[in-house]
């Protein structure tokens, strides 16, 4: 496989991961909050709490080391999210733990995993980028 192909490779599944992060997230909060067309059903809501959860939970999945998740976590954003969370990775797990927890729930989201979410998002999306330059470089 070519260096091209291989990032262009990185980068779609990097988008594509951060867009289903995103738009779930923002779904919940425009709900949540009431704002800008957060007229979302009871089950475009679950769906959108079950959907970011999979996602949480693949997340965690992964850097814990557990096996068995259907859902693909780009390697470039769990390098990324090892590198932030550094020595408190095993003190962050709980963090991601909590966040599934509340999505799986029924209760508003509250501030700490709203927290742990968008620093989530924040580094999906500080990943796709990264690898859309890499790519636009070549």
Do not use: H
Not at 100 to 109: D, T
Request: glycine residues 8%; charged residues 30%; contains cysteine.
């Amino acid at each position: 496989m070519s260096d091209l192909t291989l990032l262009a490779n990185q980068y779609a599944a990097s988008a594509e991961f951060l867009k289903g992060m995103n738009s779930a997230l923002l779904r919940i909060k425009k709900a949540q909050f009431g704002v800008g067309g957060g007229e979302a059903s009871p089950a475009e809501l679950r769906r959108s709490r079950d959907e970011l959860a999979q996602l949480v939970e693949a997340v965690y999945a992964r850097l814990s080391n557990e096996a068995g998740r259907t859902v693909m976590v780009p390697e470039e954003l769990l390098e990324r999210l090892r590198a932030e969370y550094g020595t408190q990775l095993s003190w962050r797990l709980p963090d991601l733990q909590e966040a599934i927890m509340a999505l799986r729930g029924s209760e508003p989201l509250g501030e700490r995993a709203l927290k742990t979410l968008d620093e989530l998002c924040g580094a999906a999306d500080a990943t796709a980028s990264a690898s859309f330059r890499r790519l636009w470089r070549r």
